[in-house]
């Protein structure tokens, strides 16, 4: 049931964004307004969001976290206590989240503006 469950999700989750691309396809007059509006938001994701939700996924794991981090970087782990690299990672989480509605938002009222 499960397995069939994720095949639904992962059908239903396909054509949604198939649709939403031939709408934006559609209606959207210039490619560099949606580059515009895209760029900021998703590369503040991509940078920052995602790698800080990586590690908050490997640290409630358990074991992989701590794997991971000694073979990654030994010299600065040892230094670092764990809070300090909860604080980073949450830090680096929320200031993606800030960077990337401001940075969208910005985009949209220079948009509206200029129009």
């Not at 054509?15 to 559609?26: D, F, Q, T």
């Not at 206590?81 to 990672?89: N, P």
């Not at 990337?100 to 948009?111: I, K, M, N, S, Y």
Request: with cysteine; charged share 10%; hydrophobic share 55%.
């Amino acid at each position: 049931y499960k397995r069939q469950y994720q095949r639904r999700v992962h059908g239903v989750v396909s054509l949604v964004i198939s649709v939403l691309a031939l709408l934006l396809g559609l209606f959207v007059p210039e490619l560099s307004l949606l580059f515009q509006v895209l760029g900021g938001s998703t590369a503040a994701f991509i940078c920052f969001v995602v790698p800080a939700l990586f590690t908050l996924k490997l640290r409630a794991a358990g074991s992989g976290y701590s794997e991971i981090t000694a073979s990654a970087a030994e010299g600065w782990r040892s230094r670092l206590s764990d809070g300090v690299l909860l604080a980073s990672t949450w830090a680096l989480l929320l200031g993606g989240i800030v960077v990337g509605v401001l940075a969208t938002g910005f985009t949209v009222w220079d948009l509206a503006k200029s129009s």
